[in-house]
């Protein structure tokens, strides 16, 4: 809701809808987004996990979505607007704004399990390739697809001139690495058998996805 | 920095200085208010308490900020701009807006120490008193005091055409509220005995400050 805003990413449609502030206004966007924020926070500390499970899976959702992860990615992106971001730049600004939230997703559910530490640096691998593969699939799609079947609006991130996978890599490079962390998305999870199979439907879904 | 934003309260000041979105831009005013958040539920997950006091007090954190508390409140206040609302629906709406965070602020204390509920009533009478009396103060000081003294622009409540405590109650009346307030706050702490003495002497500084 927050990176709808008009001071962020300015959307006026997100998954084919009125984005918050389009619908309601600016201050009802804004406190939204604040009090889901917390619902999440509060969501986790009633869940029926054993406390210290609870704390770890706070304390990891705070990692992710704070300034060493989502919001500070989200600063990062907001700077480079016009520079000239290389290819690990872009990569890092990635990992914390949209790749640190979507592992900690993943993470979580770890956690919960209290998977031991093979396991985690396992489902880390997948989620790590699975978050990236999702950024380079977003910039292919932003830079090939229409605004109908996207949901939202294409062919933003060219018009503001952000570097994306696309400007940096090509288009033809850029679809061969999204395949390629898929595999690898998928490779990484072969320890967990028929259990992880969710997980490798999503690995296929968010490559190969339309929008 | 949120509710200093164009979108909320608009604000260019803040004790004395220039506000977030003032002194860099929006987007960082709108990052580093959803940053600390997350920061605040972070610093509670690793406090050094036991892992279901620490669950208890982002439990308490969480209701207080989310939609039943600060944003909820601040919704309220919103809506209210050039409407009637009466002493019970302003009470309700600072309840909610400000008092909830700062009876949070004293309940993480109750927590932490593992009071008995007879002694979480008395702080949430001392909080709940000394809440309200801080928001009287405030709409009073609004009316009465200039900006270089509050430290932020004056007379925008009244500009705005909200209600406050001095629109519904009158000047005098609003003052002798604050002043009763103060000493059912100072009084609920009677069972504390002397070590109680620093919200004492909160109490005293809130309903006598100047800004």
Redesign the interface.
Known sequence: V?DD?P??DDDDLRRGRPTVHKAF????A??V???L???A??LL??ASCD??V??KM??A???A???RGM??G??ID?ESVGKKLDLAGLQQMHAMKTGALLSCAVQLGGIAAQLNSVQMANLDVYSTALGLAFQIVDDVLDATADSQTLGKTAGKDAAANKPTYVTLMGLDYAQKQAKELQETAIASLDSFGASAQALKDLALLVVNRGK
């Open positions: 927050h805003l001071c962020m206004d600016e201050a009802t804004l406190l987004g604040d009090a924020q917390t619902r926070f509060e500390a009633h406390a210290q609870c704390l706070i304390s959702l705070a990692a979505s704070g300034s919001a500070g989200q600063a907001l």
